[in-house]
């Protein structure tokens, strides 16, 4: 009984640099689809339905912590979790690990903030906040 | 009997662009997936294993045509087709759809060629090339 | 007196793959950095100015060829020229080189079609039409 | 006199997303542009030349917070700091300015450790550290 959802993917060649491993600003990418997947689940409806909606969750901060490389053609586990709702942003946490060896690669947090079609900050509707908290 | 490989996949936001649809040339990365996987039918291991080998086959040309957008959260299909092989190039021909809609979204095609670690055009391992054109 | 544009870029980190080499379709981004810079030179605005008064020109069709390798750090210089301009099309030409060896990295070419609101095939704005062709 | 470097540029198309504005990831592409050009300021040598003698500097950590958004055809100003260097890691700090408005756009903070050819952490070449912690 949890905000949780974990997908897996394949590392393509085209996320790879020079040094042999995945260019670092693509783990974000795929903690993007982690939470894509996890408002779907939680809301019954996609993120893209939302935004259609006139709902933007817009990235106003985030970290994360290199703990070892993804390589090509490597299966990765991305585990999202929803750790915190207030009336204007959401906050999700993240951990990636190869999925063979089980290896932690990075943890990482966002912090998303409502916004109107102008990109101002609102308060979230109140019935999609209640959905999102459902399982906190 | 014939030597292709389909896959599935689900846009990613970071695919698309300003227009609402997914950037041209991410299509090309999903026909490299593709390729990746039919490498893999065919010769029973990893692209990346054969790069480790010493094998490294280049994208040399390549041509596309769009026909239809893809968008963000759809759930697109390539399928993947090798429709030539020689001494030192490869050729794969990719049918991209909307796997919901089965609307054509992309055809295109792309000649590899077979380089040395140095990156000099060499004829292919007997062995690959007899995998890969097996199906043929 | 031609329609032709040059511009020069360093290659970027996030641009190589682990063959240690520029990944095949960041070339393909730098040839619209291209396009965006000659709209610019023929029309007196930007493309992004074009986009608000509802000129979209879409990717239709491209074809690349590749005859050398750009690395990290590189110097590249991008030629763009337009080549062919009617009622719903243009046509741009791309030769990409290392701008301090003089080597050809790669020959390109994309036909753009002019597409309204709801992305429907339109005839191009004719005063458009009048500055893209008026060095042609 | 400080360790200190400005670069601009200007918004590819390929950086947006659909939302209209710079995909979150890319302001991370430009930070590592402004390092590349701090290190090659500091240290006479560009990071590629840094690398191919084996130093490799990757990022551990990062975070990021986004004050205001990006647009396709924007000037970007990147300023970029080093505000920390010990034995095993460097610290670059980034602030990140619509160079036209003068609006804030994002300030980040990286840690890179200092890895061998395996990937492990290093002690990095006490003549690279001198030269970046010259002007601290």
């Known amino acids: 009984m949890s905000a949780e ?17 995945v260019y670092h600003t ?6 993007e689809m982690g939470r894509t ?5 939680l809301t019954g409806v996609s993120y893209a339905q939302l935004e259609a909606q006139g709902v933007a969750l817009a990235v106003a901060e985030l970290s994360i912590r290199y703990h070892g490389a993804a390589r090509y053609d490597n299966r990765i586990r991305v585990r999202t979790s929803l750790s915190d709702a207030r009336s204007r942003s959401v906050t999700f946490e993240y951990l990636i690990v190869n999925a063979d060896t089980g290896e932690r690669l990075a943890t990482a947090r966002t912090v998303l903030v409502s916004l109107d079609k102008r990109g101002r ?3 979230m509707p109140e019935a999609l906040r209640n959905q999102l ?3 906190l």
């Open 5 to 21: 959802h974990e997908l897996e993917l394949r590392v393509r060649y085209a996320e790879t640099d020079q040094m042999g491993v």
């Open 26 to 31: 693509n783990y974000l990418v795929w903690c």
């Open 37 to 41: 997947e996890l408002i779907r689940d």
């Open 121 to 123: 900050p609102v308060v």
């Open 133 to 135: 908290t459902a399982k």
